[in-house]
């Protein structure tokens, strides 16, 4: 099997631009170009410009594809609209997640499945092996889109600068097909950032004219071009998961806190269900760690694997980690015991190399946009 890195199609453009680039689940990306709290702050006030096209795009199309994905995944498939998106899981048998995916209902009988670009191949095979017995054919898009998103309060306006697509019309979780600086496009209205935003879906021999011309299109507007670093403390204050981190094969959907995207009313059996209904019942009768948000007091910053603290015993784990451009203040995501999770309990500590830094309970998210 090879090791070296996949490129995606702006990887030039990349480099000419000063990137640091890391390895990333196989592909080599922009960690940032330059400032990550200068990014960070872009997408806040402003705008970014980010190169996600390592996500992993399946296509599934025929007469039974919503059945296929009704028993592949845990949501209701049955009631996303044409041009309409929803967030869901796949899981194990045991009810272990899988990953967390969108899925996009294009047409009548055809949706896009996005995967995490770590999880695409085993997403893909757990698909084409539920795929038996169902009208429907499962087919790995991942080389036919490259992915640029623009982020922040100024993206509408920026974007609108480059298509006459009914941006106004466009709601959250919601796709349609257009054409984006002279290129054909799926506009979705989604994003990772916690801010307002698009992420556009293109044949790859677009990409680069398409970031030109919206780079183009936000100079005036404080653009900036963004890397995966900042993504990832921007999606940590709105306190959304990230697979491998607060989402693994050893938690169910219950456990992150994270049930309601199980839908048992929906009709037929689906993967996992069995499984998932005893973890439902187990949340309700003896809750599991909750995932709650912890802010430094201190200045020392809590990384994934950290042990939480109180009184001198564990009582959960450190999930996710770093100081927050926005609060000014360390900050990380954590699995507790459920009675240290009420958000204001005190005596609670992150144990950073032996020493016991106090930390303050809050709920999730840490940062909320004012719509």
């Known amino acids: 099997m090879s090791t070296t890195p996949r490129l995606t199609a702006l990887d030039a453009l990349h480099r ?19 400032s990550e709290r200068d990014e960070h702050n872009a997408v806040r006030t402003k705008a970014g410009l980010f190169d996600l ?28 609209s044409v041009g309409r998106a929803r967030y869901t899981m796949i899981c194990a048998e045991d009810g272990g997640i899988l990953d967390d995916l969108i899925v996009y209902r294009l047409a009548e009988t055809e949706y896009m499945v996005v995967a995490n670009a770590g999880n695409a191949q085993i997403v893909l095979d757990a698909l084409t092996a539920r795929a038996e017995g169902f009208d429907a054919e499962v087919r790995d898009d991942r080389d036919a889109y490259a992915l640029l998103a623009v982020q922040g309060p100024e993206s509408p306006a920026i974007l609108a600068a480059v298509t006459d697509a009914d941006l106004d019309g466009l709601k959250y979780y919601a796709g349609l097909p257009g054409t984006v600086a002279g290129v054909p496009a799926l506009i979705a209205r989604t994003g990772y950032t916690g801010e307002d935003g698009f992420e556009l879906f293109v044949a790859p021999e677009h990409a680069e004219q398409l970031w030109k011309a919206l780079t183009e299109a936000g100079a005036s507007r404080g653009l900036i071009p963004c890397g995966l670093s900042c993504r990832d403390t921007l999606r940590l204050e709105a306190g959304m998961p990230l697979y491998g981190h607060e989402l693994t094969t050893a938690l169910t959907p219950f456990d992150a ?30 809750p599991p760690r909750k995932l709650v948000g912890l802010v430094a007091e201190g200045r020392r910053v ?27 203040k360390p900050i990380a995501i954590a699995y507790v015991d459920a009675a240290h999770a ?15 830094e106090p930390y303050e309970v809050v709920a999730l998210p840490f940062y909320k946009r004012q719509k």
Do not use: C
């Open 16 to 34: 000419s631009l000063g990137a640091t680039m890391t390895d990333f689940a196989g592909w080599d990306m922009p960690l940032r170009y330059a």
């Open 53 to 80: 096209s390592h996500m992993g795009e399946i296509t599934v199309t025929g007469p039974e594809a919503v059945a296929l994905l009704n028993f592949a995944l845990v949501g209701n498939i049955g009631t996303v």
């Open 257 to 286: 806190g994270l049930g309601r995207v199980v839908k048992f009313e929906k009709e037929g059996d689906f993967v996992g269900r069995k499984a998932l209904e005893a973890a439902a019942e187990r949340a309700e009768t003896a």
């Open 302 to 328: 809590p990384r994934a694997g950290f042990s939480v603290v109180a009184d001198g015993q564990v009582i959960g784990e450190v999930t996710s980690g770093a100081p927050s451009p926005t609060l000014g």
């Open 342 to 356: 009420t958000p204001g309990t005190e005596g609670v500590g992150v144990d950073i190399r032996g020493s016991h």
